[in-house]
Protein backbone atom coordinates (compact mmCIF):
# COMPACT_ATOMS: atom_id res chain seq x y z
CA UNK A 1 0.00 0.00 0.00
CA UNK A 2 1.06 3.85 -0.62
CA UNK A 3 0.33 6.89 1.42
CA UNK A 4 -1.51 9.20 -1.15
CA UNK A 5 -2.65 12.43 -0.75
CA UNK A 6 -5.84 12.72 -1.78
CA UNK A 7 -8.41 15.73 -2.12
CA UNK A 8 -11.06 15.82 0.60
CA UNK A 9 -12.85 19.57 0.22
CA UNK A 10 -12.34 22.05 -2.18
CA UNK A 11 -13.26 26.10 -1.79
CA UNK A 12 -12.84 29.54 -3.33
CA UNK A 13 -13.37 33.01 -2.47
CA UNK A 14 -13.30 35.47 -4.78
CA UNK A 15 -13.48 39.42 -3.53
CA UNK A 16 -17.00 41.26 -4.20
CA UNK A 17 -16.17 43.72 -6.43
CA UNK A 18 -16.03 42.93 -10.31
CA UNK A 19 -14.02 44.74 -13.10
CA UNK A 20 -15.02 44.63 -16.10
CA UNK A 21 -12.93 45.16 -19.52
CA UNK A 22 -14.58 48.04 -20.41
CA UNK A 23 -13.80 49.86 -17.30
CA UNK A 24 -9.84 50.26 -18.27
CA UNK A 25 -11.30 52.42 -21.23
CA UNK A 26 -11.77 55.07 -19.24
CA UNK A 27 -8.04 55.97 -17.83
CA UNK A 28 -5.66 53.85 -20.12
CA UNK A 29 -5.38 53.24 -24.51
CA UNK A 30 -6.84 50.08 -24.51
CA UNK A 31 -10.36 48.31 -25.44
CA UNK A 32 -12.49 45.33 -24.64
CA UNK A 33 -11.88 43.82 -27.73
CA UNK A 34 -8.04 43.86 -27.42
CA UNK A 35 -7.94 42.61 -23.68
CA UNK A 36 -10.18 39.82 -24.75
CA UNK A 37 -8.70 38.64 -28.21
CA UNK A 38 -5.16 39.17 -26.80
CA UNK A 39 -5.81 37.08 -22.82
CA UNK A 40 -9.33 35.88 -23.22
CA UNK A 41 -9.95 37.92 -20.35
CA UNK A 42 -13.40 39.61 -20.02
CA UNK A 43 -13.56 40.78 -15.78
CA UNK A 44 -11.32 39.85 -12.65
CA UNK A 45 -12.30 40.40 -9.21
CA UNK A 46 -10.40 43.39 -6.71
CA UNK A 47 -9.92 43.29 -3.29
CA UNK A 48 -11.74 45.31 -1.59
CA UNK A 49 -9.64 48.06 1.09
CA UNK A 50 -8.49 46.62 4.01
CA UNK A 51 -9.36 43.21 2.58
CA UNK A 52 -6.25 41.04 3.03
CA UNK A 53 -4.62 38.00 1.39
CA UNK A 54 -4.96 35.67 4.40
CA UNK A 55 -8.51 36.90 4.97
CA UNK A 56 -9.25 35.58 1.34
CA UNK A 57 -7.30 32.46 2.18
CA UNK A 58 -9.09 32.05 5.13
CA UNK A 59 -12.32 32.30 3.64
CA UNK A 60 -11.50 29.79 0.88
CA UNK A 61 -9.93 26.85 3.45
CA UNK A 62 -13.15 27.77 5.45
CA UNK A 63 -15.71 26.68 2.42
CA UNK A 64 -12.73 23.66 1.99
CA UNK A 65 -13.34 22.36 5.34
CA UNK A 66 -16.96 22.84 5.34
CA UNK A 67 -16.96 20.88 1.34
CA UNK A 68 -14.95 18.13 3.54
CA UNK A 69 -17.45 18.22 6.65
CA UNK A 70 -14.04 18.31 8.86
CA UNK A 71 -12.93 21.14 11.22
CA UNK A 72 -10.12 23.02 11.62
CA UNK A 73 -8.81 20.63 14.46
CA UNK A 74 -8.85 17.97 11.57
CA UNK A 75 -5.70 19.78 9.94
CA UNK A 76 -2.10 19.49 11.06
CA UNK A 77 -0.30 21.41 8.37
CA UNK A 78 -1.36 24.83 6.30
CA UNK A 79 0.42 25.99 3.15
CA UNK A 80 -0.17 28.99 1.60
CA UNK A 81 1.11 29.87 -2.12
CA UNK A 82 1.38 33.67 -2.38
CA UNK A 83 3.72 36.17 -3.68
CA UNK A 84 1.26 38.99 -1.65
CA UNK A 85 1.47 38.31 1.82
CA UNK A 86 -0.22 40.27 4.07
CA UNK A 87 2.76 41.48 5.86
CA UNK A 88 6.43 40.55 5.32
CA UNK A 89 6.46 38.25 8.08
CA UNK A 90 4.95 36.33 9.77
CA UNK A 91 3.33 34.12 6.65
CA UNK A 92 0.30 34.56 5.34
CA UNK A 93 -0.32 30.72 6.78
CA UNK A 94 0.29 31.17 10.06
CA UNK A 95 -2.29 34.18 9.75
CA UNK A 96 -4.99 32.12 7.99
CA UNK A 97 -3.86 29.19 10.70
CA UNK A 98 -5.33 32.02 13.42
CA UNK A 99 -8.35 33.06 11.67
CA UNK A 100 -9.82 29.13 11.16
CA UNK A 101 -9.05 29.11 15.41
CA UNK A 102 -6.49 26.18 14.79
CA UNK A 103 -3.55 26.16 17.86
CA UNK A 104 -1.63 23.06 16.87
CA UNK A 105 0.39 21.96 13.48
CA UNK A 106 2.36 23.92 11.43
CA UNK A 107 1.52 26.61 8.55
CA UNK A 108 4.10 27.97 5.92
CA UNK A 109 4.25 29.99 3.12
CA UNK A 110 5.45 29.30 -0.41
CA UNK A 111 6.42 31.61 -2.79
CA UNK A 112 6.88 30.67 -6.52
CA UNK A 113 4.57 33.33 -8.17
CA UNK A 114 2.17 31.72 -10.85
CA UNK A 115 3.65 28.49 -9.93
CA UNK A 116 3.46 28.96 -6.49
CA UNK A 117 0.10 26.57 -6.10
CA UNK A 118 2.02 23.45 -8.22
CA UNK A 119 4.96 23.78 -5.59
CA UNK A 120 2.81 23.96 -3.05
CA UNK A 121 0.94 20.57 -3.96
CA UNK A 122 4.16 19.16 -4.61
CA UNK A 123 5.12 20.01 -0.93
CA UNK A 124 1.98 18.80 0.83
CA UNK A 125 2.38 15.90 -1.12
CA UNK A 126 5.58 14.68 0.46
CA UNK A 127 4.77 16.05 4.04
CA UNK A 128 1.69 13.25 3.36
CA UNK A 129 3.77 10.87 1.54
CA UNK A 130 6.73 11.36 4.45
CA UNK A 131 3.78 10.45 7.27
CA UNK A 132 4.72 14.76 8.72
CA UNK A 133 1.28 15.46 8.44
CA UNK A 134 -2.10 13.53 7.53
CA UNK A 135 -3.94 16.38 6.84
CA UNK A 136 -3.09 19.63 4.64
CA UNK A 137 -4.63 22.67 3.84
CA UNK A 138 -3.04 23.79 0.60
CA UNK A 139 -3.88 27.56 -0.53
CA UNK A 140 -3.31 29.82 -3.55
CA UNK A 141 -4.61 33.58 -2.38
CA UNK A 142 -3.27 36.75 -4.06
CA UNK A 143 -4.24 40.38 -3.87
CA UNK A 144 -1.99 41.50 -7.47
CA UNK A 145 -4.14 44.14 -7.63
CA UNK A 146 -1.68 45.68 -4.85
CA UNK A 147 1.01 45.81 -7.09
CA UNK A 148 -0.29 46.84 -10.78
CA UNK A 149 1.18 49.68 -12.26
CA UNK A 150 -2.06 51.68 -12.98
CA UNK A 151 -0.51 53.23 -16.19
CA UNK A 152 1.37 49.56 -17.52
CA UNK A 153 -1.51 48.79 -19.88
CA UNK A 154 0.59 45.69 -20.85
CA UNK A 155 0.30 44.46 -17.57
CA UNK A 156 -2.32 45.73 -15.58
CA UNK A 157 -5.52 44.38 -17.44
CA UNK A 158 -4.24 41.36 -17.10
CA UNK A 159 -4.29 40.69 -13.23
CA UNK A 160 -6.58 39.99 -10.47
CA UNK A 161 -7.36 39.14 -6.83
CA UNK A 162 -8.88 35.88 -5.18
CA UNK A 163 -8.25 32.27 -3.22
CA UNK A 164 -8.68 28.88 -3.78
CA UNK A 165 -7.83 26.10 -1.35
CA UNK A 166 -8.03 22.62 -1.46
CA UNK A 167 -7.95 19.14 1.82
CA UNK A 168 -5.48 16.81 0.95
CA UNK A 169 -5.70 13.93 3.44
CA UNK A 170 -3.14 10.62 3.67
CA UNK A 171 -5.25 7.82 2.19
CA UNK A 172 -3.76 4.19 2.10
CA UNK A 173 -3.82 3.16 -1.47
CA UNK A 174 -2.66 0.12 -3.43
CA UNK A 175 -0.26 1.64 -5.24
CA UNK A 176 -0.54 2.23 -8.92
CA UNK A 177 -1.70 4.69 -11.28
CA UNK A 178 -5.45 4.04 -10.62
CA UNK A 179 -4.79 5.41 -6.85
CA UNK A 180 -6.32 8.30 -5.90
CA UNK A 181 -4.33 11.36 -4.74
CA UNK A 182 -1.25 13.15 -5.81
CA UNK A 183 0.62 10.68 -8.38
CA UNK A 184 3.37 12.73 -9.78
CA UNK A 185 4.81 15.70 -9.07
CA UNK A 186 7.67 18.29 -11.95
CA UNK A 187 9.43 21.45 -10.42
CA UNK A 188 11.47 23.39 -12.46
CA UNK A 189 13.04 26.70 -12.39
CA UNK A 190 15.70 28.60 -14.17
CA UNK A 191 16.77 31.94 -12.70
CA UNK A 192 18.33 33.76 -15.53
CA UNK A 193 14.87 34.40 -16.88
CA UNK A 194 14.51 36.69 -13.82
CA UNK A 195 14.03 40.40 -16.04
CA UNK A 196 11.03 38.69 -17.93
CA UNK A 197 8.90 39.07 -15.42
CA UNK A 198 9.37 40.51 -11.31
CA UNK A 199 8.27 43.00 -9.23
CA UNK A 200 10.47 46.42 -8.92
CA UNK A 201 10.74 46.75 -5.28
CA UNK A 202 10.92 44.37 -2.21
CA UNK A 203 12.02 44.27 1.47
CA UNK A 204 15.96 44.75 0.71
CA UNK A 205 15.02 47.54 -1.53
CA UNK A 206 12.75 49.33 0.57
CA UNK A 207 9.78 49.87 -1.67
CA UNK A 208 6.76 47.83 -2.66
CA UNK A 209 7.09 47.71 -6.11
CA UNK A 210 5.35 47.15 -9.71
CA UNK A 211 4.94 43.90 -11.37
CA UNK A 212 7.39 44.36 -14.39
CA UNK A 213 6.92 41.73 -17.49
CA UNK A 214 7.77 41.16 -21.50
CA UNK A 215 4.61 39.61 -21.70
CA UNK A 216 5.42 38.24 -25.40
CA UNK A 217 8.76 36.78 -24.32
CA UNK A 218 7.46 34.82 -21.26
CA UNK A 219 4.53 33.65 -23.54
CA UNK A 220 6.76 32.33 -25.97
CA UNK A 221 8.65 30.18 -23.22
CA UNK A 222 5.17 28.83 -21.84
CA UNK A 223 3.46 26.86 -24.00
CA UNK A 224 6.43 24.87 -24.78
CA UNK A 225 7.41 24.62 -20.89
CA UNK A 226 4.08 23.68 -20.01
CA UNK A 227 3.61 21.00 -22.04
CA UNK A 228 6.96 19.56 -21.27
CA UNK A 229 6.52 19.69 -17.78
CA UNK A 230 2.67 17.79 -17.46
CA UNK A 231 4.50 15.41 -20.11
CA UNK A 232 7.17 14.85 -17.40
CA UNK A 233 5.08 14.45 -14.92
CA UNK A 234 2.63 11.83 -16.67
CA UNK A 235 5.44 10.27 -17.93
CA UNK A 236 6.71 9.87 -14.13
CA UNK A 237 3.66 8.54 -13.07
CA UNK A 238 3.45 6.00 -16.18
CA UNK A 239 0.57 7.39 -17.97
CA UNK A 240 0.35 9.70 -20.95
CA UNK A 241 -1.91 12.65 -22.11
CA UNK A 242 -4.59 10.18 -23.61
CA UNK A 243 -5.14 9.26 -20.35
CA UNK A 244 -6.03 12.67 -18.88
CA UNK A 245 -9.57 13.86 -18.11
CA UNK A 246 -9.17 17.61 -17.40
CA UNK A 247 -5.99 19.83 -17.55
CA UNK A 248 -6.54 22.44 -14.94
CA UNK A 249 -3.83 24.69 -16.24
CA UNK A 250 -2.76 28.36 -14.34
CA UNK A 251 -4.79 30.96 -16.11
CA UNK A 252 -2.88 33.53 -17.61
CA UNK A 253 -4.12 33.66 -21.17
CA UNK A 254 -6.36 31.54 -23.24
CA UNK A 255 -4.21 31.35 -26.29
CA UNK A 256 -1.58 30.18 -23.89
CA UNK A 257 -3.93 27.46 -22.24
CA UNK A 258 -4.99 26.49 -26.14
CA UNK A 259 -1.48 26.50 -26.97
CA UNK A 260 -0.69 23.93 -24.77
CA UNK A 261 -3.89 21.34 -24.87
CA UNK A 262 -2.75 21.44 -28.74
CA UNK A 263 0.54 20.39 -27.97
CA UNK A 264 -0.13 17.65 -25.75
CA UNK A 265 -2.87 16.34 -28.35
CA UNK A 266 -5.91 17.31 -26.24
CA UNK A 267 -9.13 19.37 -26.95
CA UNK A 268 -10.17 22.27 -25.41
CA UNK A 269 -12.99 19.59 -24.11
CA UNK A 270 -10.43 18.44 -21.46
CA UNK A 271 -9.42 21.77 -19.91
CA UNK A 272 -11.03 23.56 -17.40
CA UNK A 273 -11.11 27.41 -18.59
CA UNK A 274 -11.62 30.07 -15.91
CA UNK A 275 -9.61 32.86 -17.45
CA UNK A 276 -12.42 34.96 -18.56
CA UNK A 277 -13.74 35.47 -15.31
CA UNK A 278 -11.16 35.53 -12.68
CA UNK A 279 -7.79 37.24 -15.21
CA UNK A 280 -4.66 35.93 -14.20
CA UNK A 281 -4.45 35.57 -10.41
CA UNK A 282 -0.84 33.81 -9.87
CA UNK A 283 -0.79 31.04 -7.18
CA UNK A 284 -4.53 31.26 -6.97
CA UNK A 285 -5.44 30.50 -10.63
CA UNK A 286 -5.00 26.38 -10.17
CA UNK A 287 -7.09 26.03 -7.24
CA UNK A 288 -9.68 28.71 -8.24
CA UNK A 289 -9.94 26.39 -11.58
CA UNK A 290 -10.30 22.97 -9.45
CA UNK A 291 -12.83 24.23 -7.25
CA UNK A 292 -15.14 26.08 -9.94
CA UNK A 293 -14.56 23.16 -12.02
CA UNK A 294 -15.74 20.71 -9.41
CA UNK A 295 -18.87 22.98 -8.62
CA UNK A 296 -19.64 22.96 -12.14
CA UNK A 297 -19.34 19.63 -12.17
CA UNK A 298 -16.80 18.89 -14.82
CA UNK A 299 -14.40 17.66 -12.25
CA UNK A 300 -15.72 13.94 -10.69
CA UNK A 301 -14.48 11.29 -8.72
CA UNK A 302 -11.72 9.12 -10.53
CA UNK A 303 -11.00 11.53 -13.00
CA UNK A 304 -6.87 12.07 -14.25
CA UNK A 305 -5.95 15.73 -13.80
CA UNK A 306 -3.28 17.67 -14.98
CA UNK A 307 -2.32 21.10 -13.39
CA UNK A 308 0.59 23.32 -14.73
CA UNK A 309 1.90 26.81 -14.01
CA UNK A 310 5.06 28.81 -14.96
CA UNK A 311 5.71 32.32 -13.98
CA UNK A 312 7.71 34.88 -12.54
CA UNK A 313 11.43 33.52 -12.17
CA UNK A 314 10.75 31.83 -14.42
CA UNK A 315 9.27 28.53 -12.27
CA UNK A 316 7.38 26.19 -13.86
CA UNK A 317 6.10 22.93 -12.98
CA UNK A 318 3.10 20.17 -12.94
CA UNK A 319 1.12 17.46 -11.10
CA UNK A 320 -0.69 15.04 -11.94
CA UNK A 321 -3.44 13.65 -9.29
CA UNK A 322 -6.41 11.55 -9.73
CA UNK A 323 -9.57 13.06 -8.02
O1 LIG B 1 1.10 34.31 -15.07
C1 LIG B 1 2.47 34.48 -15.27
C2 LIG B 1 2.83 34.25 -16.65
N1 LIG B 1 2.36 35.31 -17.49
C3 LIG B 1 1.88 35.01 -18.67
O2 LIG B 1 1.75 33.86 -18.97
C4 LIG B 1 1.56 36.13 -19.60
C5 LIG B 1 2.13 35.81 -20.94
N2 LIG B 1 1.90 36.80 -21.94
C6 LIG B 1 0.69 37.16 -22.44
O3 LIG B 1 -0.34 36.71 -21.96
C7 LIG B 1 0.65 38.05 -23.66
O4 LIG B 1 1.96 38.23 -24.11
C8 LIG B 1 0.00 39.42 -23.41
C9 LIG B 1 -1.50 39.28 -23.25
C10 LIG B 1 0.60 40.07 -22.16
C11 LIG B 1 0.23 40.35 -24.60
O5 LIG B 1 -0.18 39.76 -25.80
P1 LIG B 1 0.80 39.74 -27.08
O6 LIG B 1 0.01 39.18 -28.18
O7 LIG B 1 2.04 39.01 -26.67
O8 LIG B 1 1.06 41.26 -27.33
P2 LIG B 1 2.42 42.08 -27.29
O9 LIG B 1 2.94 42.18 -25.88
O10 LIG B 1 3.36 41.54 -28.32
O11 LIG B 1 1.90 43.50 -27.73
C12 LIG B 1 1.29 43.73 -28.97
C13 LIG B 1 0.86 45.19 -29.05
C14 LIG B 1 1.94 46.17 -28.63
O12 LIG B 1 1.86 47.29 -29.47
P3 LIG B 1 2.93 47.48 -30.68
O13 LIG B 1 4.26 47.53 -29.98
O14 LIG B 1 2.76 46.25 -31.54
O15 LIG B 1 2.47 48.74 -31.31
C15 LIG B 1 1.52 46.56 -27.23
O16 LIG B 1 1.95 47.87 -26.89
O17 LIG B 1 -0.25 45.42 -28.16
C16 LIG B 1 0.02 46.56 -27.35
N3 LIG B 1 -0.66 46.41 -26.08
C17 LIG B 1 -1.93 46.80 -25.87
N4 LIG B 1 -2.84 47.38 -26.69
C18 LIG B 1 -4.05 47.64 -26.17
C19 LIG B 1 -0.17 45.88 -24.93
N5 LIG B 1 -1.12 45.92 -23.98
C20 LIG B 1 -2.22 46.48 -24.54
C21 LIG B 1 -3.51 46.80 -24.06
N6 LIG B 1 -4.40 47.37 -24.92
N7 LIG B 1 -3.90 46.53 -22.80
Sequence with gaps: MTRRAVVVGTGHYLPERVVENAEFEATLDTTDEWIRSRSGIERRHFAAEGETTSDMAAKAAERALADAGLTADDVDAIVVATSTPDLTFPSAATMVQSKLGMTKGFAFDVQAVCAGFVYALSNASALIASGQANRVMVIGAETFSRIMDWTDRGTCVLFGDGAGALLLEAQEQPGTNADRGILATDLNSDGR???????????????????????????????????????????????????????????????????????????????????????????????????????RGQIKEGDLIVTEAIGGGLAWGAVVLRW
Design 193 to 295: YKDLLYVDGGVSTQSTGHLRMQGNQVFRHAVEKLASTANTALDRAGLSAADVDWIVPHQANIRIIQGTAKKMGLSMDNVVVTVQDHGNTSAASIPLALSVGKE
